[in-house]
């Protein structure tokens, strides 16, 4: 378990899109050292400065994933499901030892209001079937809209479920839901991730069903 945020690097590997970029601009304002990782070094940097000007200070900077996830004591995974193994198979080799944070969903479009389960069960789980066992996966964010992550400043009304085998590795991560000003809850080991992100999909469709933006989920009955 790492202790110092000061002391952590996150790279977030899908930095570029809005959820990646949400959570990487809280996790910066609170004090962690954040990369933004891209297939694309110039976009990535490109980003990161975009990021820097809304922030109103030098927090981020932006890299090739590879080199992001190298540099990294954290790797937080946030890309579509089309692109989930493409991205590990680039950067497994950068992974050993570290915890990667999964927040894919394998969301089948146009149908991505309807649950898809894949054939590894779900994204987390291939993802720690195709890493092995030196990588400490862990699942989390996946119900957490873009739109409320976008302005750091947002309060968001949500919990986060946190999945995955290692104990200190999830830990380390409830740290990091703290840090987005969420509360972070954790849902057992790594397989519960398959009715983790079965949630996306339905949130998605209530979205639809009542015209609202970033439906989230509570748990009730904890203090």
């Known amino acids: 378990m790492i202790d110092a945020k000061q002391m952590l690097t996150i790279a977030v590997l899908g930095g570029t899109g809005k959820e ?3 959570l990487a601009m809280r996790w910066a304002l609170n004090g962690y050292n954040v990369i933004i990782g891209s297939r694309d070094p110039e976009r990535a940097a490109s980003r990161a400065v975009e990021m820097n000007a809304e922030l109103g200070g030098d927090y981020l900077t932006g890299l090739e994933n590879g080199a992001a996830a190298t540099q990294a004591d954290l790797v937080v995974l946030s890309v579509p499901y089309s692109a989930h193994k493409p991205t590990l198979e680039g950067v497994k080799d950068c ?3 570290k915890v990667l944070v999964d927040l894919t969903v394998p969301l089948q479009p146009p149908k991505v209001r309807t649950v898809h ?3 590894g069960h779900s994204a987390a789980l291939e993802a720690q079937a195709y890493l092995g066992d030196t990588v400490r996966v862990v699942a989390a964010f996946q119900n957490v809209s873009a739109e409320h992550l976008r302005n750091p400043n947002h309060v968001v009304d949500c919990d986060v479920l946190v999945c995955g ?3 200190a590795a999830k830990a380390d991560v409830m740290k990091l839901v703290e840090a987005t000003g969420m509360r ?3 849902a057992g080991p790594l397989a ?3 009715a983790v992100e079965a949630l996306t999909p339905v949130l998605l469709y209530i979205n639809k069903a ?3 933006k970033g439906a989230g989920i509570r748990i009730t009955g904890i203090e």
């Open 192 to 194: 519960n991730a398959v």
């Open 20 to 22: 990646g970029s949400g």
């Open 184 to 186: 972070g809850v954790d």
């Open 165 to 167: 085998n290692d104990a």
């Open 210 to 212: 009542y015209s609202v």
């Open 117 to 119: 389960v894949p054939e």
């Open 95 to 97: 992974l050993a030892g």
